[in-house]
């Protein structure tokens, strides 16, 4: 504890360090020069200069998740923080540790419909988990620890700081780095022995258990508890959007994703079991279908989740656990380990085998009748990438064909917009996922109408040298509505087709980006080559069939085993 | 359906009445009445809200209060176990001495007190559970009310222990 006369400024720029934030996303503005003019000389954190602020916020979540730790971003006041409200709002939804600071229109002048002025406050209540608006400079130091420690505690998520200009301005005396927090705020990390004794007993004496994972898996860390337990239970891994990387999907009890365009033996493999273990998920309609009669039906219902909030929410469960995944994994193992339980599964495992090569087997066997000039690019894509690589996707069709073919094997590598679904995000995640990993590889797997949302900022890459790769499945359509069109509407395709504009190499030549067009899969290796060894940022544009489907999928209104266009899908 | 009367100790911040009513909002579930006032400790002040919803509606909003920064405490109190209490004041209409001694004579039996008249009408205040001010309020219709405020409820928890 220091005692120095410091600008509030100057606190929120201590703060941040002693935080160990390196590095900030984010765009001045007139309220913010206090701010801007001490970052100006400051080596210890790096600022990002965006073009968008929604980019900055996107890659501060993008950074959080490759990196673990807690993503910065920064905004001017009004346009600057109302542009943020999409990125806080997707970091919120997939529960990301984000610190979001804004400027603000001085003490005096707010309410008074001031320049730039926007209730941030109240805007961005329902979209962070907390929010301040600091109305002394001697409060900064509090409101900066609890502003990170809410972010990236318990169920993790966004906390914004809404610094008015004055405050930013004025000096005050005051003591640095302080660590009284909420007397309401406690997240509860243990689960309860009790509940771990009966999730544990319900798992081995089950004969077809099976593990649901989120993202809950991989945020804590709990991915070697997770292989361990499916392994000793004999239990198949399917995982949700934001679980994927929870376990090598090669890994023999992998069924890869389930849900509505999840893999067809993910979902039957949930139809099956009869003691289902669901950890660090919320149940969301995009994994459970409609149809809830075919969500298990005949299992013990076991759910693991940090947010108590969410147990009984959307489903409701026989044995519900709160606390942090890692614990309650490691918990469950310790106990089974200490009974010494043993569990026989052989039917079961030889049953996961099968789902399992068959799951394999559909993937390799792309470019057969049926399967999509998409379906073989993304066949590519797998083969071409290492295991380290790092993909972000945009929202939609790309995001599915990505989610369900590309074989993801290690956590914090799969970085994807799960519960808002924002288009655009894929990017300026990829942006932020190499600010954390400037060693890997990142690509960006987007489609056409998605990159075109947030493309402005290459420009942010190019100057900071961040060579991300974009494929862009390039299909002329916003596909995925399209195809909903084609498959619910009687192809009416209302608004949805995008036109020849614009031409994405000459786009990325424009930004002094590096772009090549591809029209045939076996020729993308090259053109993946040549953008790495380019060392630039590059769009790669990928010239995918116009009405190319992501399939099976679970029409909307549907269950788990009613998954249409599944003739693709080798059967067993 | 069932009432539900929710007790809340929350830290007495800037916004906690706006976050506190946005989740019920983003919830689509309405809020039957609010009360909110100073408590026991400096610092925090307590909150009584009143839902209409399913035990399931209610095990949602219990977990989702208690998962607000500020809130320190959420006490779902059953009815059987606390006192319950609102205030309410009304102005009736009486068009004759008949209907004003009526008037007058119903209030005492409900423990109201007449705190105001006038030639035509007569003002009542009454504390008192809820149901009782429903049925009170509900025969005063008979007459006419020109005005009703209620200051919604407000309610503690008994104790469980034998009382000495």
Same mark, same amino acid.
């Given at each position: 504890?220091t005692r120095?006369k *410091?600008?509030g400024?100057?606190i929120?720029?201590?703060? !941040?360090?002693n935080?160990g934030?390196?590095?900030?996303?984010g765009?001045?503005?007139g309220?913010?020069?206090?701010?801007?003019?001490?970052?100006?000389?400051?080596?210890?954190?790096?600022h990002i200069l965006?073009?968008?602020?929604?980019?900055?916020?996107?890659?501060?979540?993008?950074?959080?998740?490759?990196s673990?730790?807690t993503?910065?971003?920064?905004?001017?006041?009004?346009?600057?923080?109302?542009?943020?409200v999409?990125?806080l709002?997707?970091?919120?939804?997939? /529960?990301?540790p984000?610190?979001?600071?804004t400027?603000?229109?001085?003490t005096?002048?707010?309410?008074?419909?001031?320049?730039?002025?926007?209730?941030?406050?109240?805007?961005?209540?329902?979209?962070?988990?907390?929010?301040?608006?600091?109305?002394r400079?001697?409060? *900064?130091?509090?409101?900066l620890?609890?502003?990170?420690?809410?972010?990236?505690?318990?169920?993790?998520?966004?906390?914004l700081?809404?610094?008015?200009?004055?405050?930013l301005?004025?000096k005050?005396?005051?003591?640095?780095?302080?660590?009284e927090?909420?007397?309401?705020?406690?997240?509860?990390?243990?689960?309860?022995?009790?509940?771990i004794?009966?999730?544990a007993?319900?798992?081995?004496?089950?004969?077809r258990?099976?593990?649901?994972?989120?993202?809950?898996?991989?945020?804590?860390?709990?991915?070697?508890?997770?292989?361990?337990?499916?392994?000793?239970?004999?239990?198949p891994?399917?995982t949700t959007?934001?679980g994927?990387g929870a376990?090598?999907?090669?890994?023999?009890?992998?069924?890869?994703?389930?849900?509505m365009?999840g893999?067809?033996y993910a979902n039957r493999?949930?139809?099956?079991?009869d003691?289902?273990?669901?950890?660090g998920?919320?149940?969301s309609?995009?994994?459970?279908?409609?149809?809830?009669?075919?969500?298990?039906p005949?299992?013990?219902?076991?759910?693991?989740?940090?947010?108590?909030?969410?147990?009984n929410?959307n489903?409701?469960?026989?044995?519900?656990?709160v606390?942090?995944?890692?614990?309650?994994?490691g918990?469950?193992i310790k106990?089974?380990?200490?009974k010494?339980?043993?569990?026989n599964k052989?039917?079961?495992?030889?049953?996961?085998?099968e789902?399992?090569?068959?799951?394999?087997?559909?993937?390799k066997?792309v470019?057969?009748?049926? /399967?999509?000039?998409s379906?073989?690019?993304?066949k590519?894509?797998?083969?071409?990438?290492?295991?380290?690589?790092?993909?972000?996707?945009?929202v939609?069709?790309?995001?599915?064909?990505?989610?369900?073919y590309?074989?993801?094997k290690k956590?914090?590598?799969?970085?994807s917009?799960?519960?808002?679904?924002?288009m655009?995000?894929g990017?300026p995640a990829?942006?932020?996922?190499k600010?954390?990993?400037?060693?890997k590889?990142?690509?960006?797997?987007?489609?056409?109408? &998605?990159f075109?949302?947030t493309?402005q900022d290459?420009a942010?890459?190019?100057e900071n040298?961040i060579?991300?790769?974009?494929?862009i499945?390039?299909?002329?359509?916003?596909?995925?509505?399209?195809?909903?069109?084609?498959?619910?509407?009687?192809?009416?395709?209302?608004?949805?087709?995008?036109?020849?504009?614009?031409?994405?190499v000459?786009?990325?030549?424009?930004?002094g980006?590096?772009?090549?067009?591809v029209?045939?899969?076996e020729?993308l290796?090259?053109?993946?080559?040549n953008?790495?060894?380019?060392?630039k940022p590059?769009?790669?544009?990928?010239i995918?069939?116009?009405?190319?489907?992501? !399939?099976?999928?679970?029409?909307?209104?549907?269950?788990?085993?009613g998954?249409i266009?599944?003739?693709?899908?080798?059967?067993? | 359906?069932?009432?539900?009367?929710?007790? *809340?100790?929350?830290e007495?911040?800037?916004?906690?009445l706006?976050?506190?009513?946005g989740?019920?909002?983003?919830?689509?579930?309405n809020?039957?009445s609010?009360?909110? &006032?100073?408590?026991?400790k400096?610092?925090?002040?307590?909150?009584t809200?009143?839902?209409?919803g399913?035990?399931?509606v209610?095990e949602?909003?219990?977990?989702?209060l208690?998962?607000?920064?500020?809130v320190?405490?959420?006490v779902?109190?059953?009815?059987?176990k606390?006192?319950?209490?609102d205030?309410?004041?009304?102005k009736?209409?009486v068009?004759d001495?008949?209907a004003r001694s009526?008037?007058?004579?119903?209030?005492?039996?409900?423990?109201a007190?007449?705190v105001d008249?006038?030639?035509d009408s007569?003002?009542?205040?009454?504390t008192d559970?809820?149901?009782r001010?429903?049925?009170?309020?509900?025969l005063?219709?008979?007459?006419?009310?020109?005005?009703?405020?209620?200051?919604?409820?407000?309610?503690?928890?008994r104790d469980?222990? !034998?009382?000495?």
């Amino acid at each position: 504890m220091t005692r120095e006369k *410091l600008s509030g400024a100057e606190i929120v720029i201590e703060e !941040l360090k002693n935080e160990g934030a390196e590095v900030a996303f984010g765009i001045p503005g007139g309220v913010l020069l206090d701010l801007y003019e001490v970052l100006y000389t400051e080596d210890a954190v790096r600022h990002i200069l965006m073009r968008h602020e929604q980019c900055a916020a996107h890659a501060a979540d993008g950074y959080a998740r490759v990196s673990g730790k807690t993503g910065v971003c920064i905004a001017t006041s009004g346009p600057g923080a109302t542009n943020l409200v999409t990125g806080l709002a997707n970091a919120s939804m997939d /529960s990301t540790p984000v610190v979001a600071l804004t400027g603000q229109v001085p003490t005096a002048a707010i309410g008074s419909n001031a320049f730039q002025e926007a209730s941030t406050f109240t805007i961005t209540m329902p979209v962070t988990k907390y929010n301040f608006l600091v109305k002394r400079t001697e409060d *900064l130091p509090k409101v900066l620890h609890n502003a990170f420690y809410i972010a990236n505690t318990g169920r993790k998520g966004v906390v914004l700081v809404d610094l008015p200009k004055d405050v930013l301005a004025t000096k005050v005396e005051v003591d640095l780095h302080q660590k009284e927090t909420f007397a309401g705020y406690n997240p509860k990390m243990k689960p309860n022995n009790v509940q771990i004794k009966k999730a544990a007993e319900a798992l081995v004496n089950a004969e077809r258990p099976l593990i649901i994972a989120g993202g809950g898996v991989i945020s804590t860390g709990a991915t070697e508890e997770l292989r361990h337990l499916a392994e000793f239970l004999g239990a198949p891994v399917v995982t949700t959007l934001m679980g994927k990387g929870a376990i090598p999907e090669n890994h023999p009890f992998s069924l890869g994703m389930a849900g509505m365009h999840g893999r067809i033996y993910a979902n039957r493999a949930i139809y099956e079991c009869d003691a289902l273990l669901a950890v660090g998920t919320r149940f969301s309609d995009r994994l459970t279908g409609w149809q809830l009669d075919q969500f298990a039906p005949d299992a013990t219902l076991i759910h693991v989740d940090i947010d108590a909030a969410e147990i009984n929410k959307n489903i409701q469960v026989d044995i519900p656990i709160v606390g942090d995944a890692k614990f309650a994994l490691g918990d469950i193992i310790k106990w089974l380990e200490k009974k010494k339980k043993t569990a026989n599964k052989s039917v079961w495992v030889q049953r996961i085998k099968e789902m399992h090569s068959a799951c394999e087997d559909c993937i390799k066997d792309v470019g057969r009748a049926g /399967s999509s000039i998409s379906d073989m690019f993304i066949k590519e894509i797998n083969a071409i990438l290492d295991s380290n690589a790092i993909v972000t996707t945009e929202v939609g069709q790309c995001q599915m064909f990505a989610a369900h073919y590309y074989i993801t094997k290690k956590p914090r590598t799969f970085i994807s917009s799960g519960g808002l679904g924002t288009m655009g995000f894929g990017f300026p995640a990829a942006i932020g996922a190499k600010v954390a990993a400037p060693d890997k590889k990142v690509v960006d797997i987007a489609g056409d109408g &998605s990159f075109l949302m947030t493309c402005q900022d290459l420009a942010t890459c190019v100057e900071n040298d961040i060579p991300v790769v974009v494929c862009i499945f390039d299909n002329r359509y916003l596909g995925m509505v399209r195809q909903w069109q084609e498959l619910f509407f009687d192809k009416r395709y209302s608004h949805t087709s995008l036109g020849m504009s614009p031409d994405f190499v000459k786009l990325a030549e424009a930004f002094g980006c590096y772009g090549e067009r591809v029209e045939k899969p076996e020729e993308l290796k090259d053109a993946l080559h040549n953008a790495f060894e380019s060392g630039k940022p590059a769009v790669i544009d990928m010239i995918v069939g116009n009405e190319d489907k992501i !399939l099976p999928m679970i029409p909307p209104g549907g269950g788990l085993t009613g998954m249409i266009g599944a003739e693709r899908c080798k059967h067993i | 359906m069932q009432t539900h009367i929710i007790s *809340l100790l929350v830290e007495d911040l800037p916004g906690v009445l706006t976050r506190m009513s946005g989740m019920f909002t983003m919830r689509g579930i309405n809020i039957t009445s609010l009360t909110v &006032s100073p408590c026991e400790k400096d610092g925090l002040s307590r909150m009584t809200v009143v839902i209409d919803g399913s035990e399931k509606v209610l095990e949602q909003v219990r977990k989702q209060l208690s998962n607000l920064i500020e809130v320190v405490k959420v006490v779902d109190l059953a009815e059987n176990k606390a006192i319950i209490r609102d205030l309410c004041l009304m102005k009736i209409h009486v068009r004759d001495s008949n209907a004003r001694s009526t008037v007058m004579q119903l209030a005492e039996t409900y423990g109201a007190e007449i705190v105001d008249a006038t030639l035509d009408s007569v003002i009542i205040e009454v504390t008192d559970d809820p149901k009782r001010i429903d049925r009170l309020v509900n025969l005063m219709k008979q007459f006419g009310v020109k005005q009703l405020f209620r200051t919604g409820v407000t309610a503690i928890g008994r104790d469980t222990g !034998l009382e000495r």
